[in-house]
């Protein structure tokens, strides 16, 4: 499809596990984003690539979170030894590069639940 | 992290009704998004702000960029069921580039 599209849509794992949480962007879309939306709150910003420059990681809460974006596309974010606080939808979007728009595209998300 | 306080958190309302909601920030702004949340999908730009006291419509929805560039208000006239779903105010935070935050969300539930 033309959308950002997200894997899996549904995650359960148990405490201490590791996932991995994909996301395509929409072609040509050099700007991609992370963020973690809890259970009837917000969006949390996690972390923000743009093109080949260094990403922006000033929203991952910790050291167990990581992300990486392979050649200006697809990127995956990385949870070690998963914990039950980590249990939220994780969304993805894209924008164009040199836009300032705000015309943020999401996926559906990929909802991690740790028992 | 960049704190955009939304009011009220959650709104029933009759269909048909009219809705106001806004967000406001402890940092000027310079540009001040609307986006949309269906339950099960991510959220969907509806109106974009880029100027202090700007108004502008899309269809039944009005927002506006307040004069203080701390605050924006989004208002829906004449509510129908398919408005139901979570509203995010959302910006650029100052100096960040493209590092857009997003507002604690205001829940509407439209009754017929």
């Known amino acids: 499809g033309a959308g950002v599209s997200q894997s899996p849509s549904n995650k359960v794992t148990e405490k201490g596990k590791d996932v991995e949480l994909r996301c395509d962007p929409i072609?040509?879309?050099?700007?991609l984003y992370w963020y973690r939306q809890s259970l009837g709150q917000g969006l949390e910003f996690l972390i923000y690539?743009?093109?080949?420059?260094?990403?922006?990681k000033s929203g991952l809460p910790s050291d167990r979170f990581s992300a990486e974006r392979t050649g200006g596309s697809v990127s995956t974010l990385t949870i070690q030894r998963t914990q039950q606080e980590d249990s939220a939808v994780y969304l993805c979007a894209s924008s164009r590069a040199g836009t300032f728009t705000g015309e943020l595209f999401f996926g559906e998300g990929s909802r991690l639940t740790v028992l | 992290g960049q704190q955009l306080n939304q009011s009220p958190q959650s709104m029933f309302i009759q269909e048909g009704e009219d809705v106001s909601m806004n967000c406001t920030s402890s940092?000027?702004?310079?540009?001040w998004l609307w986006y949309k949340q269906d339950p099960g999908e991510g959220p969907v730009l509806l109106i974009a702000?880029?100027?202090?006291?700007e108004l502008t419509s899309n269809g039944r929805l009005t927002a506006q960029f307040g004069i203080t560039r701390k605050d924006s208000f989004l208002n829906i006239s004449a509510s129908i069921p398919s408005d139901v779903g979570i509203y995010f105010c959302a910006g650029p935070y100052p100096n960040t580039g493209n590092q857009f935050y997003f507002g604690t969300g205001t829940s509407l539930t439209v009754i017929p």
């Open positions: 702000l880029y100027k202090a006291g």
């Open positions: 072609s040509g879309h050099t700007a």
């Open positions: 690539f743009q093109g080949n420059s260094a990403p922006d």
């Open positions: 940092s000027i702004f310079n540009t």
